[in-house]
């Protein structure tokens, strides 16, 4: 099946002004794709979601939207962007994802509470929906927070690194979502450290490092040899790393 691109990039330069982090970035977007951006600190993978956000211009290159950009782009930035004092409950973070589609004074009506209460059913919320947020567990804040970027309801949805500091049951049903969100026809850029998710989960894969960027599948992107190749670990790890996909080819046959 043939799927609709949503986002096409090609040589773009990225940085903050004149100051170039990572060059020659290149990759498509299609409605249903997973893409993992994989990188070490200072790579360029928050740099890259500024710019999809608008929030840094392109240095060089071509950014293009062949059915024109989306009315909406959900983000959900990494846990240090978040205060988690701040006097609401978790029903009134989710409520937030609404609030660019209702205008000045705008309400919220049957059918957004019904989309409200549907993100926190799909994210195990509803149980906890008056909590305040300085009462909730890591792994409940960032489920709350996956709640409200659902009733944002956009195409095309962007995550940097939203499992830090989470457990391995909480990243797992966050995972289902995504998966969930893909089936959906949406698509979803994911900064991510781990992985075996992003081969479990992922269609594509860009990896960022010493000042360029590789792209294509999982599997092909994030060999052993483009890892240390480009500083993304060392030696050792990179031997480790091809002793598991040694062990999961042997698995299938």
Request: proline share 4%; hydrophobic share 45%; aromatic share 6%.
């Amino acid at each position: 099946m043939i799927k609709s691109v949503l986002l096409s990039a090609a040589g773009l330069r990225l940085g903050y002004r004149d100051v170039s982090v990572v060059d020659n970035v290149s990759f498509q977007l299609a409605r249903g794709d997973v893409l993992a951006v994989v990188g070490h600190n200072g790579s360029g993978k928050s740099t890259l979601i500024k710019t999809l956000l608008g929030a840094l211009p392109t240095l060089a290159g071509n950014m293009s939207w062949p059915a024109g950009p989306p009315q909406r782009i959900a983000y959900l930035g990494q846990r240090t962007e978040f205060d988690s004092r701040f006097p609401i409950r978790v029903r009134d973070l989710a409520a937030m994802g609404a609030w660019s589609g209702l205008g000045f004074l705008g309400r919220v009506d049957d059918a957004c509470r019904s989309r409200i209460e549907a993100a926190l059913t799909r994210t195990g919320t509803a149980q906890i929906a008056d909590m305040p947020l300085h009462k909730l567990s890591a792994g409940q804040l960032q489920r709350a927070l996956f709640a409200r970027t659902m009733v944002q309801d956009a195409p095309l949805i962007l995550l940097d690194e939203p499992f830090t500091a989470v457990d391995q049951t909480t990243e797992a049903a966050l995972l289902d979502l995504i998966d969930s969100w893909a089936a959906e026809g949406r698509a979803v850029i994911l900064v991510l450290h781990d992985l075996s998710a992003v081969l479990q989960h992922c269609n594509s894969a860009l990896l960022l490092g010493d000042g360029r960027a590789l792209f294509g599948t999982p599997k092909e992107t994030l060999a052993p040899r483009n890892l240390l190749d480009m500083g993304y670990m060392s030696r050792g790890q990179a031997a480790w790393i091809e002793g598991m996909y040694t062990q999961e080819e042997a698995g299938r046959v």
